[in-house]
């Protein structure tokens, strides 16, 4: 079986489907501290992509509660309790990827969720880690906890359900490494399904076919983020491109976040797929938990965040979060503020460090009337 080079895992592994990396990788960061789980993300990409029929239970974007949550239900403990636990050492994972769990024929490791596995959308939502006792108040540490963990497509860079497709109807594209099912090859097998680690391919019942997020390829060929980036009122999001070829860009705000300061992770990098959508773990939730969800790093990541106000560069590469419709492929932080600028070269944000702040006098002697905290 060929080998391919998986740089979240810190070593190469078994991948049946030997290509070269795509010109650039699309790519995401979803910043979990801030959501909260108002699910626009979820309808902007349930009323855009999925409204047809056969697609009633089908949501390319969810957000769930984390521990209890899964859509579909327990779609990641399922997995995880058919392999070992992952070990890691010196930011090596030791153990076994999904493609080589078995023979070099074998289809990657998986399962294949039931129709009442889809049926439950919000099961555990706010669900917490225990019970809160009579008269409990907040007081600087959360002795319980639970997180809202958004989920779209990860157009991985070995994506599993590429290599289980035995008519080769999934393929990742050249020119920015979307992964897309060609329905005019798919037979409806479900290999995809059972493969995928995330279970973000779908089958639908009418067409009988497999679907899957199509990471808004109509939107990105135009330079426009993903609909479910564009609508996100929380500002969770950053849609770009991680670079291919050559080192990591420095002035690419995918590139620093991610390859560069790795203060965003991986979900699940165990499973060898290599995701691009990359998580910045919350701060309040203990490290045992995140780090069998983000790998080693999840420790190093919620100190860097915690100090941010005293790191200027990443900070300001945080503050494009939502500050642009437009992909952003180059930033530079002045003294007062950030500037992104788009695939043409043309600036499309400048965010200050700073917002403005304008204090009105209670008594408007123009309008002779008095403000209250209420208008």
């Known amino acids: 079986m060929p080998t391919r080079t998986n740089w979240q895992l810190g070593r190469d592994i078994e991948y049946p489907y030997d290509a070269p ?42 957000v769930e509660t984390k521990p209890y949550g899964g859509y579909p239900t327990t779609w990641d403990l399922k997995l995880l309790e ?13 153990t076994k990827t999904i493609f080589e769990d078995h023979g070099p024929l074998d289809s990657p490791t998986g399962h294949h969720p039931t129709p009442d596995d889809y049926s439950a959308l919000n099961l555990g939502e706010d669900d917490i880690t225990g019970t809160v006792e009579q008269g ?7 002795p319980m906890w639970m997180f809202y963990l958004a989920r779209i497509c990860n157009h991985c860079d070995n994506p599993a359900c590429v290599a289980a497709c035995p008519r080769k109807a999934v393929y990742k594209r050249d020119e920015d490494g979307i992964v897309l099912i060609d329905q005019e090859r798919c037979r409806g097998y479900q290999e995809c399904v059972k493969a995928c680690p995330y279970k973000k391919t779908f089958f639908n019942m009418i067409s009988r076919t497999s679907e899957k997020c199509i990471g808004c390829y109509p939107r990105v060929e135009q330079g ?54 990359y998580y910045i773990p919350p701060v309040h939730v203990p490290d045992g938990f995140l780090g069998q969800l983000f790998g080693p790093n999840v420790e190093k ?20 979060f939502g500050a642009t419709t437009r992909i952003v492929t180059k930033f530079k932080v002045n003294e007062n503020e ?10 499309v944000a ?8 304008y204090i009105r006098d209670h008594y408007d002697k123009r309008f002779d009337v008095y403000r209250h905290n209420t208008t």
């Not at 058919?82 to 030791?94: D, I, S, T």
């Not at 409990?136 to 959360?142: K, N």
């Not at 564009?230 to 690419?252: M, V």
Request: charged residues 20%; proline residues 6%.
């Open 224 to 277: 426009e983020v993903a609909l479910c980036v564009e609508s996100c009122i929380g500002k969770i999001r950053l849609h770009g491109f991680l670079s291919t070829q050559g080192e990591p860009q420095a002035d690419n705000p995918l590139d620093y976040i991610v390859k560069i300061r790795q203060l965003a992770l991986p979900l699940y990098p165990q499973f060898g797929t290599g995701p691009n959508v």
């Open 350 to 357: 400048r965010v200050p460090f700073t917002e403005h702040t």
């Open 338 to 347: 950030v500037i992104g600028w788009d695939v043409k070269g043309e600036e």
């Open 82 to 94: 058919q392999r070992e636990p992952a070990q890691w050492q010196n930011g090596v994972l030791k």
């Open 21 to 62: 990396p795509p010109q650039k990788q699309v790519a995401y960061i979803f910043d979990i501290n801030k959501c909260i789980e108002c699910q626009t993300c979820t309808i902007a990409c349930k009323t855009c992509w999925t409204s047809a029929k056969g697609e009633e239970t089908i949501f390319w974007n969810n």
């Open 136 to 142: 409990g108040h907040f007081s600087g540490v959360h």
């Open 301 to 320: 990541a919620k100190a860097m965040y915690s100090t941010l106000k005293n790191d200027k560069e990443l900070l300001g590469a945080l503050l494009l």
